[in-house]
């Protein structure tokens, strides 16, 4: 790809989409994340009353295409925070747009915020986003959970089914979901309490012609999730309950 900053779209939308798609392309296990990932994957974001801006984007890499990737960026103009990057590069990337319009936000093999999700392995397929299970872990895994995760979350249950296959690209692997949660108790019982209010909010503000009805979707979920082989350390630590604090308040990072 040339060095020409006239590659860059004005639409952040768009521009993510066209990353995203580039990743697929180069081969690189890169995958966009967060908002902008539900942006591409789900329709009923578009518009309607979980439509919202964005102001910046988020990759999730492996180490070993953090050089790939690294110069991916560079060969769009993308301009490095190079103190930040010397400071965290082992796991995190920040990159600006040259003319400050947005930003990209990467993490390397895990998203750590209130919980961890080891996307080790994951990062690869035909999709330009992380896989609609690990989207949905991403977002039910924030303690502090606001509207527009909430908005995010419902739209992806609205829009795709929940499968027993994990190679469904569009669908929910609910292989996935339980692999994770049986693992980690905090993990858990922050994205129960996360779906009740999904719940809660699709009861208030449902989407007229939503694929799936998102209530069933979340008690499906919810079922699934307490079937679910635990782990002895989730046994364990289910023992302690709510006595001791079960996730992080990730402090934000300075650019």
Not at 98 to 126: N, T
Request: charged share 25%.
């Amino acid at each position: 790809m040339a060095d020409d900053e006239t590659l860059i779209l004005s639409d952040i939308r768009e521009e993510a989409k066209r990353l995203a798609e580039a990743t697929v392309t180069l081969g690189l296990s890169a995958r966009l994340i967060g908002g902008l990932a539900i942006w591409i994957r789900c329709p009923s974001v578009h518009s309607g009353p979980f439509a919202r801006s964005y102001d910046d984007m988020d990759f999730a890499i492996s180490a070993a295409s953090s050089t790939k990737f690294k110069a991916l960026l560079m060969t769009q103009g993308y301009v490095p925070d190079q103190f930040f990057n010397g400071l965290h590069g082992a796991t995190r990337l920040y990159y600006s747009e040259p003319a400050g319009r947005w930003s990209i936000d990467v993490v390397i093999d895990e998203l750590a915020m209130s919980h961890s999700l080891d996307l080790r392995g994951r990062l690869d397929g035909p999709a330009p986003t992380i896989t609609l299970a690990d989207l949905l872990l991403t977002k039910l895994q924030v303690w502090e959970i606001n509207r527009k995760d909430l908005g995010d979350t419902l739209c992806l249950l609205a829009d795709h089914a929940l499968s027993d296959d994990d190679t469904a690209v569009e669908a929910i692997s609910l292989p996935r979901v339980r692999a994770v949660l049986g693992k980690d108790w905090g993990f858990c019982h922050t994205v129960e309490r996360n779906l009740q209010r999904v719940a809660a909010l699709w009861s208030q503000e449902p989407l007229p012609g939503a694929a799936h009805d998102v209530a069933s979707q979340v008690t499906a979920l919810r079922d699934a999730i307490e079937a679910a082989p635990k782990s002895r350390a989730w046994r364990l630590r289910s023992r302690v309950g709510e006595r001791i604090r079960w996730y992080e308040t990730p402090e934000e990072v300075k650019h």
